[in-house]
Antibody, heavy 129, light 109 residues
């Protein structure tokens, strides 16, 4: 059974840091793009970042650039999200997601545009003074 | 930007339901695929994938769910709503990184 289990959520003060973890099982972890998505009552679902299966490529939403770092340890089947300089607006439920499909060769370049198929149960981050 | 309409709907069991998702940029890629997805989030659960690439049902999704549309206008249809379909339905595009619609809350009367 494919499973994603997040952990590491906590209550922190503005300006603080936190590392979220996601334990993956039931599939070839090192072959899959992985993502982080945040959900809040105000913003809804917001994509944060993704990382390629072989760790060679990462992509971030503009709001995450410079403060958040996505990484993975394929030997441990673990995905991470390092968050620093946390703001009140970073409060929310953070989900780890598995990407669908694989990179495709268009004849000119490799591309990856697939969505996501499996979500973890989420971990809650609260940023408050 | 993805705009879902309506934001909520209440449907009698056995009746159809339809949710629209509109974008301001085409989701048809030069590779021929359309990068539009539908998810449902049931109460207390994480979202789960219903449809991928606009019209393909994900594994295990009942055939009462269908997706249609192209370019910038898409529709999720439930042919006969059941009580278990209660939840919030989201569309998502993945051609320009990833963005989600605001969600449509489906209530079953």
């Amino acid at each position: 059974e494919v499973q994603l289990v997040e952990s590491g959520g906590a209550s922190v003060q503005p300006g603080g840091s936190l590392r979220l973890s996601c334990a993956a099982s039931g599939f070839m972890f090192n072959r899959k793009w992985m993502h982080w998505v945040r959900q809040t009552p105000g913003e809804g679902l917001v994509w944060i970042a993704r990382i390629k299966g072989d760790e060679s490529e990462t992509t971030y939403a503009d709001a995450a650039k410079g403060r958040f770092t996505i990484s993975r340890d394929n030997a441990k089947n673990m995905l991470y999200l390092e968050m620093k300089s946390l703001r009140v607006e970073d409060t929310g439920m953070y989900y780890c997601l598995r990407g669908l499909g694989d990179d495709r060769w268009t004849g000119k370049a490799w591309i990856y545009n697939d969505g996501m198929d499996v979500w973890g149960q989420g971990t809650v981050v609260t940023v408050s003074s | 930007l993805l705009t879902q309409v309506p934001l909520s709907l209440s449907v009698t069991p056995g009746q159809p339901a339809s949710i629209s998702c509109q974008t301001n940029q085409s989701l048809l890629h030069s590779d021929g695929r359309t990068y539009l997805y539908w998810y449902v989030q049931k109460t207390g659960q994480s979202p789960q994938l219903l449809l991928y690439e606009a019209s393909n049902r994900f594994s295990g999704v009942p055939d009462r769910f269908s997706g249609s549309g192209s370019g910038t206008d898409f529709t999720l249809k439930i042919s006969r709503v059941e009580s278990e379909d209660v939840g919030i339905y989201y569309c998502m595009q993945s051609i320009h990184l990833y963005t989600f619609g605001q969600g449509t809350k489906l209530e079953v009367k």
